[in-house]
């Protein structure tokens, strides 16, 4: 099955500067990567995601870029605000249901 | 995206009692449902698929006697935790599928067996 590796398990940085988590997927098949942002006690909610047809896509502050020959993708977060400060997965997923990865904690300090 | 509730949120109870979790897809008829476990500072980890009018896929290493899957309708799905144990705390979340692949995930319900 597939597996997704996640890079760092936990990140802090200053307001106004760029964070970038990585992840890696085992499953040359997995066609399908979508990033949550989770705070603490609430759900995952779905940030961005980007198919294997696309190799980068940026939503505002939110970008993640997709190198499929590396198996690899990345969620970059510019300019940002203490209101980022959550636990961010990535996910990936081909002909069967999404593998997460173990997380990231960011923490963007004022 | 597909809105999804849960309920209840929070849940306490006794060791050896039986906890049930509902979780609706209020905008779309899900044939699927997902159930995800997580335990505090880790990962979510996919416990079932909910398949309505037949029985759940369950896991490796999950327990199918012990959590309980009921997919009556196309709008609800049941997570029945039997004879819970304080292991058995945990943050449980249901979650619906979309078109295109996404998962849109309930509040969850945090359980405590105590």
């Known amino acids: 099955g597939e597996n997704v590796e996640q890079h760092p398990s936990t990140l802090s940085v200053q307001e106004g500067d760029s964070a970038v988590i990585k992840c890696t997927y085992s499953?040359?098949?997995?066609?399908?990567f979508p990033w949550y942002k989770q705070e603490l006690g609430k759900r995952p909610q779905l940030i961005i995601d980007i198919r294997s047809n696309v190799g980068e896509k940026k939503d505002q502050r939110i970008a993640v870029t997709l190198n499929k020959t590396a198996k690899h993708f990345s969620l970059h977060i510019t300019e940002t605000q203490p209101e980022d400060s959550a636990v961010y997965f990535c996910?990936?997923?081909?002909?069967?249901?999404?593998?997460f990865g173990k997380g990231t904690m960011l923490l963007v300090s004022p | 995206g597909a809105v999804v509730s849960q309920h209840p949120s929070r849940v306490i109870c006794k060791s050896g009692t039986s906890v049930k979790i509902e979780c609706r897809s209020l905008?779309?008829?899900?044939?699927?449902m997902f159930w995800y476990r997580q335990f505090p500072k880790q990962s979510l980890m996919l416990m079932a698929t909910?398949?309505?009018?037949?029985?759940?896929?369950?896991e490796q290493g999950v327990e199918k006697d012990k959590f309980l899957i009921n997919h009556a309708s196309l709008t609800l799905s049941t997570l029945t935790v039997t004879s819970a144990h304080p292991e058995d705390s945990s943050f449980y979340i249901c979650?619906?599928?979309?078109?295109?692949?996404?998962?849109?995930f309930g509040e969850g319900s945090r359980l405590t067996v105590l």
């Open positions: 979650s619906v599928g979309g078109r295109t692949g996404e998962l849109f």
């Open positions: 996910a990936a997923s081909g002909y069967s249901t999404l593998t």
């Open positions: 905008d779309f008829q899900a044939t699927t």
């Open positions: 909910s398949n309505e009018g037949s029985k759940a896929t369950y």
């Open positions: 499953d040359s098949a997995s066609n399908y």
